[in-house]
């Protein structure tokens, strides 16, 4: 028979397993909200990311507290080694070419043709992606990419972050390669009712502006400039970036081969750089 004193230690030792078990379950889906976070922050402009991102992973209690260290530290998978470049050979041909160091105080004026639609063609070191853009519903930003590219502003740049992990996007569009620059004026936001991204979904194959709005603050409405990101796997975004064009398929296949070449570990802007060399050789942008 089970003495009193024995089914004492007995329930108390239930006790503790149920609140370490607890514990565990809440520290678990702290790390799971915070990947998500940090990978969500990781599309805004590297001029306020890393700012935000410590902010927004911020805790109170002891435990929360180390495990948003540990989720601020990987906004994105980091591989344990560099995975094989696909595009190196590509990259090496073209090597030493550098972007153009531009910059302009204002948006330049809308001269598109809003009821058209427009191809942007993406020749990168790693094959050519291309890029069917709706100048009805973001007339202001294919306008802005029409103009860019034909300044040549996109040329020779690299996409310099690749995010797997919470998110699935590649981004590119910074003549200096950090995901600080631009090209000296912001545009604002459109098509953020779009039903493809209803319900903070953005479909595969997305092409979308990354820019400086903290979902946390609120702050930083109508800053995108010429940065910009393609999705190449269904993402959980809230609907703050604007979406604006679509991949054609063959472009699909290019992001797919540069995503599987995986990301390096995050730098000390919290960069996480592709594998894969993809260098911009040219942009051009045209009526389809």
């Not at 073209?94 to 531009?102: D, E, N, Q, S, Y």
């Not at 802005?144 to 996409?159: I, R």
Request: glycine residues 10%; contains cysteine.
């Amino acid at each position: 028979m089970v003495s009193n004193e024995q089914r004492r230690r007995q329930l108390a030792r239930e006790k503790y397993l149920r609140q370490q078990q607890r514990r565990e379950t809440a520290r678990h889906k702290s790390r799971q909200r915070n990947v998500v976070i940090a990978a969500v922050l990781a599309v805004v402009l590297a001029g306020g990311g890393a700012v935000a991102a410590t902010g927004a992973l911020s805790g109170n209690d002891k435990d929360k507290k180390k495990d948003d260290a540990a989720a601020s530290a990987t906004p994105s998978a980091a591989p344990t080694s560099k995975a094989p470049d696909p595009c190196a050979k590509e990259a090496k041909a073209v090597a030493g070419k550098k972007p153009k160091k531009l910059s302009w105080k204002k948006e330049p004026a809308v001269t598109i043709d809003k009821s058209a639609s427009y191809t942007m063609k993406l020749e990168t070191t790693c094959g050519d992606i291309s890029v069917t853009m709706d100048a009805g519903k973001a007339p202001h930003t294919v306008n802005s990419f029409g103009f860019l590219a034909g300044k040549g502003y996109f040329d020779h740049t690299k996409c310099h972050r690749l995010v797997n992990q919470g998110i699935y996007v590649l981004q590119c569009g910074d003549p200096q390669g950090t995901g600080a620059g631009g090209p000296g004026y912001t545009l604002p936001d459109e098509n953020l009712k779009d039903a493809s991204i209803k319900g903070g979904k953005y479909p595969a194959g997305t092409v979308a502006m990354a820019n400086q709005y903290n979902p946390q603050t609120k702050q930083g409405r109508n800053t995108g400039g010429s940065q910009f990101f393609l999705v190449y796997k269904k993402s959980d975004l809230p609907p703050d970036y604007t979406p604006f064009g679509t991949v054609d398929a063959a472009g699909m296949k290019v992001l797919q081969k540069i995503a599987n070449a995986g990301a390096a570990p995050p730098d000390q802007t919290m960069n996480t750089a592709p594998n894969a060399s993809v260098v911009i050789n040219k942009a051009t942008v045209g009526k389809s």
